[in-house]
């Protein structure tokens, strides 16, 4: 990227570098080259009004390709994940076929250079064809541009099996990423609760997520892989991750948009929409992972966009495929429902959707000189509905479908690229 120009006058937030205020952005060759006040150049954005955060990063998204592509392309998801503001996102690898090869690696790449729209890294299979038998070729699978491994959708077969996951994962030099299920008590289609009883739908117990969460922080301090457990959803697993973490420094962990927002009330709908896994909990769980995230003990947020076919989510909760989009109500539904309702600060939403999980994935998720011109433009002030026909992914699973949001994305750049504009801003970058 050549060109130079200045965002001019947005409220700069950046909770990594202590930015905090009115502030003007210079943008050449794709970087951040200066920050401060009066800036000027020959092209020029004015985002007075506006605020302007380090571009959010997404650790955990399902882009369906290879094999369902009729459910979301690498070209749609990049679309919608740009929508929401974010310039980096990890694909997991539960396609069909799974991810489990240097060769199916190094394809997935080769598309994502030709068709996405933000930075998209691989996360490959931890085991063959996700199976919880063999190990996957981890060494090979980092050479072939893997960034991480997971057996995402699926809770891990054994623990056995699982420790030397990490064992191998550590000596190839990749991170782990595990969805934290033990599906010898994940048996339900919903939370295992007072709604589930009397709506009649069986029913998970919590317990399903925090025996397999405290088994792979056991195994996390053992072995000394750099393990991330993702979408935390009830408040034992993520005061077991908050204890390990305190003794472990290569344990992370992240909780979802729709954990933090919604409750298993919505069970009471009986509608397919709300199947999730992990499930949506009680509004106590709701509560304590928020506070989780608050003070850090949760590092960041992650979505989990989950697209799905409406054959496979217009059905009794029982029978719907699990997962809900994720990328284009993040900021949104977490703005209007943690940070407006004084729950979580405005900057603490800012580090846990950038600063953190951008140092996490490497060197990202700042605004300072020197750093990739990945940024977002947010309006705090407009208020919108969310409506099917908006949505830029392939598929329409979001649960927050007809609800009102405060704060809209209005303009992402990545490498100094404008990848979503909203502003008609037409910079020609
Ligand atoms: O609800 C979910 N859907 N949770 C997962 O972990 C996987 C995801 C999917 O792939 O649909």
């Known amino acids: 990227m050549s060109g130079e120009f200045v965002i001019r006058g947005a409220r700069v937030l950046d909770p990594a570098t202590g930015l905090d205020g009115e502030l003007d952005v210079r943008v050449t060759g794709g970087r951040i080259s200066e920050v ?17 955060f380090p571009g959010f990063v997404d650790v955990h998204a399902h882009w369906r390709t290879p094999g369902r592509e009729d459910e979301e392309t690498i070209e749609s998801g990049s679309a919608a994940a740009a929508a929401g503001g974010f310039t980096s996102v990890v694909m997991m690898p539960n ?3 799974v991810i489990d090869s240097p060769a199916l690696v190094s394809g997935l790449l080769r598309r994502v250079e030709r068709e996405s729209r933000v930075r998209a890294y691989v996360a490959a299979a931890l085991h063959e064809g996700l199976r919880g038998e063999r190990l996957t070729e981890m060494q090979l699978l980092r050479e072939a541009g893997a960034f991480a491994v997971s057996d995402d959708g699926l809770g891990t077969a054994s623990a056995g099996v699982l420790r030397n996951g990490m064992l191998y994962a550590r000596s190839a030099g990749l991170p782990v990423i595990l969805h934290c299920e033990d599906h010898t008590l994940a048996t339900g289609a919903v939370h295992d609760g007072a709604v589930a009883a009397l ?3 069986p029913g998970s117990p919590a317990s399903a997520e925090d025996v397999a969460t405290a088994t792979a922080l056991v195994l996390a301090a053992e ?3 750099r393990v991330h457990i993702t979408h935390v959803s009830t408040a034992l697993s993520a005061a077991l991750v908050g204890w390990f973490k305190d003794r472990n420094p290569n344990i992370t962990g992240d909780t979802t948009p729709h954990h933090l927002t919604l409750t298993d009330e919505l069970v009471g709908t009986l509608d397919g929409m709300y199947r999730v896994n992990p499930p949506l909990r009680p509004e106590e769980d709701r509560l304590l992972v928020g506070e989780a995230l608050a003070d850090g ?5 992650a979505t989990d966009h989950a697209p799905h076919a409406p054959e496979e989510k217009e059905l009794p909760l029982q029978e719907a495929s699990p997962g809900f989009l994720g990328h284009e109500t993040a900021f949104a539904a977490l703005y209007t429902e943690l940070v407006l309702e004084g729950r979580l600060p ?8 950038s600063c953190a999980p951008g140092r996490w994935i490497g060197e990202q998720g700042r605004i300072e000189p020197g750093a990739p011109a990945d940024l977002v433009l947010v309006d705090l002030s407009e208020e919108w509905e969310v409506r099917p026909g908006e949505l830029l ?8 479908l007809g609800r009102r949001l405060t704060g809209r994305i209005t303009g992402t750049f990545v490498g100094g690229e404008m990848v979503h504009d909203r502003m008609g801003a037409k910079l020609g970058l």
Do not use: I, K
Request: charged share 15%; no cysteine.
């Open 223 to 225: 072995t000394g892989a």
């Open 36 to 52: 401060g006040p009066g800036l000027s150049g020959v092209r020029e954005l004015d985002a007075a009004g506006l605020h302007l």
């Open 346 to 353: 405005l900057a603490r939403l800012v580090q846990a959707m």
């Open 393 to 400: 992914s392939r598929s329409r699973n979001t649960p927050y």
């Open 199 to 201: 709506a009649g739908v």
């Open 95 to 97: 396609t069909e076929p």
């Open 297 to 301: 003990t949760l590092d960041f947020v």
